[in-house]
């Protein structure tokens, strides 16, 4: 293995490790709040711009994945449409409104925003929005990333419910190999991490649910009638299980 490749592994752990330690509380009260979610008849909904969208992504479906959650998804915000686009959308007043509107969030759901600086409108905007609504609302960002960029009066951590730090550098890369440009993101990493810490902590609390409101993967032994049953409780408000 190179020094490369040690040195990102170090540093990658080294991040779970103190999202671990200091994060953990802010993560058990996350799963607390979708619960409460759940058993009002609300739905967890998943945002995120850019790269961020594949965290959105990650919630749904997937073997091991909390079958009520709802990825919000828009080719203005992802990159279908070319990466200057989605750059000046996720900058724009307004895409967030229409994408809240579109997906139906009311009073009783839990958004998760996934925003590594998060400075720019889109993702500020929905938290306002959902926060107006009624909804609860985390964001997974890196806060010093978030801090360090003066001449924005809006932080999403002070409008937000919980605010669950990723501790990822300033700038998002990890790994010096020029003088000048550093590689290596581990932004989509942590927060794959966080998500699914959220929602193993959330499966102990719905454990007792009936059926158990996490799928199978399609290829094990009864997934088809698993699935298939919580695709069906589940379809309201969730374009992509149709």
Known sequence: MSKLIINLNNSINTIINKIEKYESEKIKLSAKYISETHFKGGKLFLFGTGHNHCLA?????RAGGYANACPILDDNINFAK???????AERTAGISKSLLQKYKIQENDTLIIFTNSGVNKAPIEAA?????????????????????IKGKKNKIYNIVDISI???GPIGDSLIKVSKNIKVASPSIITGSYILNSILLNLAKLLKKEKPF???????????????ALLEKKYISRNRFLK
């Open 57 to 61: 992504e990650e919630g749904l479906h």
């Open 82 to 88: 070319g990466i200057k686009k989605a750059s000046k």
């Open 128 to 148: 306002t929005l959902a926060k107006k609504i009624g909804a609860k609302v985390i964001v997974i960002l890196s806060l010093s990333y978030c801090k360090s």
């Open 165 to 167: 730090d990723n501790h």
């Open 213 to 227: 409101p996490f799928y199978i993967s399609s290829n094990q032994k009864g997934a088809n009638k698993h699935n």
